[in-house]
């Protein structure tokens, strides 16, 4: 942020005089104001994407009728839910019930922060990066029980709390699969960890075929997200045909609003994650994006990272409008006694070839070799 | 099983208890019981190992202008023939035992009967009304029954 | 001593999946009693859709109550249609002409298959998987295309009428059938592979709800509830009429393949199996049906002699029984509708003990309910 205040400062000179800062400051809010706008437009956009996804595969046209192939709909969804009646109900908990949503969000949106977009764009380049979102996302385990608490329904109890324990649960795998990509970069920080994946051509640099071990729990970790973003084969929470929506049936208009837009910030991130720690994140293939000139090599390797973040955005709807959806002991049981086994063994598997190959991939063993 | 040695294998068993064969014009063959004995007659039908009736096919109430009556269908899967079993009530304060204990079919039946008709079935595990609301006045198959004005104000 | 439950003073929740509720296949409220997520009791409580049909049968000829026989299984309208017609011709002694029978059957098994259709997709979708039930509605919409040219609808047909079937049909039905056959028989294997045995749908199924066979026949389950349970027993077969003698196909019976004997997902397996089966039966009724007239010489308001029919066909949920006493008027003395979803909630709350509230979601599902069959 500093640094680039200090650019801004020298490019436009004009600025000189004020305070340094209130520059810093605008540069802040200058660059949340983008990210909440990316935010929004990808969970407007996402919303029709997924309607279009769901409607090729299920045979049938998807919106199509506001706009050219429906593309305005999400417009016209969000313009409707800000127009509704705000309803509360009677008994419900005021105050959780109204601050229910924006926990949910800004423990979604929060995460934009340390994503990384592209060769220097990314809002805060933390050092405890990966850290730092895995505490942020549970803010929304949080939300999710207020809301079921504070709705005053049965079955919004029940959303909540399935929530909560899947939520808690998941964790665990997540947070060990995206381990073996911090052990291989030594680093938390996730602009690191992409770096950590360059120099090798075309796509052998990446996480993903580093080793058996990462290879492995990269479907692991994207399993565990899965639940952790409340998706089918692991939607209980809001299981449409059982809870009648689970923890935000009473939700309406805006606020509900908050809840859809949290759920697809948090598809995004779980997709910007994998893309970072395994799939190579901004590392343009055949490229070295840092060493192209400063404007193309930004916009390229935020071109790169948006396709594959949105490929697996893709593949996260393709799922859920495959599988059919966990009873929640089995939900537990697949947490609990396969993927926390699986990942923790997969995570001393990484740990041992590390030690054991001083810290080299299948890739870098072959190139040495030539 | 020809309905006719039937009704005469229960005759013989519960002499003076099955006083008529309904067979002409009926499919099945009806054999009318008295309303004590039929709790005894049920579960000989279902234990017997050459009737073997296990199945409950259907019980459904009737108005007979002069009385009610409660008329089952039994069928056995195992011998594969189908008898029924009559049985006549008074207008007052119509009862007969129930039978959910000898074909658990017989619950939702028996309830849907007393729902209807105000037959009683004294021994039944669960008797409520099931299909009308549990406030509703009256026996709406009865055929003296005289449809309500209102409902709890609603004029219906 | 005390239970872990009364150890932590938990309380049972009572919560009511009520008569609006997006998997109850219809209008019917469940009391569960919970404690947490187990089903300690769980109580249907029906009546919300009764419309007094039995009554208004006392008060219409044979002839007019045909239409109320479409809404009594609106998904199996042909069905129960046929079901009312072969219950009047057994009491009035009417024998329908053999081209109007092959057409009856032609157009039960149709339904059946549509109706199938339904139970599978609705019941995938209530799992949580709702891609099935779109395609289970395009096969649909082929079946609902025949029957309009048949008839003119494509939900209440009113088509069988008391001595044959309305009309004859169209030019060019048998060959649409035909076709649809041919396209739709390699669609059931594509269910299979896409939603049967995938490893999540077996387990929310396998094991849960299990009905031995000895408990489904004294609680009076029927159809394919009954025959998932290991029951062979098939009224085309066992009790046949119409000309059903004549066609050949199998009984399909559950076994038990992943899981327990007659438990959800043999009920299920039992209704894809006869979509097979029906497709069996179509493709010979469509070879062998005669020419000839399709309604025989009844008058139009004509008075059976006074006696007392129980006539039971075999319907995509079960088994409808009509037990009509005649009077010798032109208006029927009772006319008591035997409907198998009915009788097959019986079991529902002994069942259901134990389960968790995602299973009964499984279980009202694996039983195929119509809840205006229960209601009437």
């Known amino acids: 942020m500093e640094a680039l205040a200090r650019s801004l400062v020298q490019a436009v000179p004009a600025i000189a005089g004020v305070p340094f800062w209130t520059v810093t400051l605008l540069v802040m809010v200058v660059t949340a104001a983008v990210l909440l706008v990316f935010a929004l437009t990808f969970g407007g956009v996402g919303s029709y994407v997924l309607r279009k996804v769901a409607g090729d595969i299920q045979v049938r046209i998807g919106p199509n009728r506001v706009g050219p192939y429906g593309i305005l709909q999400f417009l016209a969804d969000g313009v409707k839910l800000i127009l509704k009646e705000d309803i509360i109900p009677a008994k419900a908990d005021r105050f959780l019930f109204v601050l229910a949503p924006y926990l949910v969000f800004i423990g979604s949106f929060a995460a934009f922060v340390v994503v990384p977009f592209g060769v220097g764009l990314i809002a805060a380049d933390l050092n405890i990066g990966v850290y730092y979102v895995m505490a942020i996302t549970s803010l929304v385990v949080v939300g999710i029980l207020m809301a079921g608490w504070a709705s005053n329904n049965k079955w919004a109890l029940l959303g909540g709390m399935r929530a909560a324990a899947q939520i808690v649960s998941y964790e665990i795998p997540v947070g060990m699969a995206i381990l073996p990509a911090v052990l291989i970069a030594g680093s938390l920080s996730l602009q690191d960890i992409v770096r950590s994946q360059g120099g090798l051509l075309g796509v052998f640099g990446w996480n993903l075929f580093h080793n058996p071990f990462t290879f492995f729990s990269f479907f692991l970790y994207f399993t565990a997200a899965q639940a952790e973003t409340n998706q089918t084969p692991f939607d209980l929470p809001e299981a449409e045909s059982e809870l009648v929506s689970g923890y935000n049936v009473e939700y309406s208009g805006i606020r509900y609003a908050f809840f859809f837009l949290a759920e697809f910030g948090d598809m995004f991130i779980v997709a910007a994650l994998a893309t970072a720690c395994f799939l190579g994140g901004w590392h343009v293939p055949f490229f070295r994006a840092d060493a192209l000139p400063a404007l193309w090599g930004n916009l390229l390797s935020l071109g790169v990272f948006l396709v594959k973040a949105f490929g697996l955005v893709l593949v996260m709807m393709w799922v859920r409008w495959t599988l059919p959806r966990l009873r929640v002991d089995q939900l537990m049981r697949m947490a609990w006694k396969y993927l926390v086994p699986l990942t923790f063994a997969n995570l001393l598997g990484v740990s041992l070839w590390l030690l054991v190959f001083k810290g080299k991939g299948i890739p870098q063993m072959i190139a040495s070799i030539f | ?156 | 001593m005390t239970t872990p439950a009364e150890a932590l003073h938990t309380q049972e929740m009572l919560i009511n999946m009520g008569p609006q509720h997006p998997s109850t296949h219809g209008v019917l409220r469940v009391l569960l009693r919970t404690d947490g997520e187990v089903v300690v009791n769980a109580r249907p409580d029906m009546g919300y859709l009764h419309r007094g049909l039995e009554k208004i049968g006392e008060r219409v000829t044979y002839a007019q109550f045909m239409p109320f026989t479409d809404r009594l299984d609106y998904l199996a309208a042909m069905n129960c249609n046929c079901a009312w017609a072969w219950a009047v011709e057994k009491l009035a002694g009417i024998e329908a002409p053999e081209r109007a029978e092959y057409i009856r059957v032609i157009v039960c098994e149709l339904n059946r298959i549509s109706s199938h259709l339904i139970a599978f997709g609705s019941f995938t979708a209530d799992m949580g998987a709702f891609t099935p039930f779109l395609y289970s509605i395009r096969e649909r919409e082929r079946v609902n295309d025949l029957f309009e040219m048949t008839c003119g609808n494509r939900l209440t047909y009113n088509y069988a009428r008391v001595g044959g079937v309305s009309a004859d049909l169209p030019r060019g039905f048998l060959e649409k059938t035909k076709e649809f056959l041919d396209y739709f028989e390699p669609k059931i294997d594509e269910y299979n592979k896409l939603i049967s045995y995938n490893k999540i749908f077996v387990h929310r199924l396998a094991n849960v709800a299990v009905i031995t066979g000895e408990e489904a026949v004294a609680y009076g389950l029927t159809g394919p509830n009954l025959r998932g349970s290991g029951v062979a027993f098939d009224l085309r077969k066992d009790e046949p009429y119409s000309v059903y003698p004549k066609l050949d196909f199998q009984v399909c019976v559950g076994s038990g393949e992943r899981g327990t004997l007659g438990d959800c997902f043999d009920r299920y397996m039992v209704r894809i199996n006869e979509m097979r089966e029906s497709v069996k039966i179509l493709r010979q009724a469509i070879a062998r049906i005669p020419e000839g007239p399709v309604l025989a010489k009844v008058p139009r308001v004509f008075k059976p002699a006074a006696a007392e029919v129980y006539v039971r066909t075999e319907c995509p949920r079960g088994e409808t029984g009509f037990y009509v006493i005649s009077d010798g008027t032109v208006l029927p003395n009772r006319l008591k509708i035997r409907a198998g979803s009915f009788v097959t909630m019986n079991i529902f709350e002994k069942v259901t003990r134990g389960l968790m509230i995602a299973d009964i979601v499984a279980v009202i599902g694996s039983f195929d309910i119509i809840l205006p069959e229960i209601d009437r």
Request: proline share 8%.
């Open chain 2, 1 to 156: 099983m020809d309905p006719k040695a039937l009704f005469d294998a229960l005759k013989t068993r519960f002499a003076g208890a099955v006083p008529e064969l309904q067979a002409e014009g009926f499919r099945p063959a009806f054999v009318v019981v008295s309303p004590d004995a039929l709790l005894d007659v049920a579960r000989f039908l279902r234990d017997d190992p050459g009737l073997r009736f296990d199945s409950l096919m259907c019980l459904s109430g009737v108005d007979y202008k002069e009385r009610f009556a409660v008329a089952y269908h039994l069928y056995s899967m195992t011998h594969r023939h189908a008898i029924g079993l009559k049985v006549f009530l008074p207008r007052e304060n119509p009862s007969v035992a129930s039978v959910d204990s000898v074909w658990p079919a017989a619950n939702f039946m028996e309830r849907e009967t007393f729902d209807l008709f105000g037959i009683d079935f004294p021994g039944s595990k669960d008797m409520r009304r099931i299909l009308l609301p549990e406030d509703w006045e009256g026996h709406p198959l009865r055929k003296d029954y005289k449809y309500p004005e209102f409902y709890h104000g609603i004029k219906i």
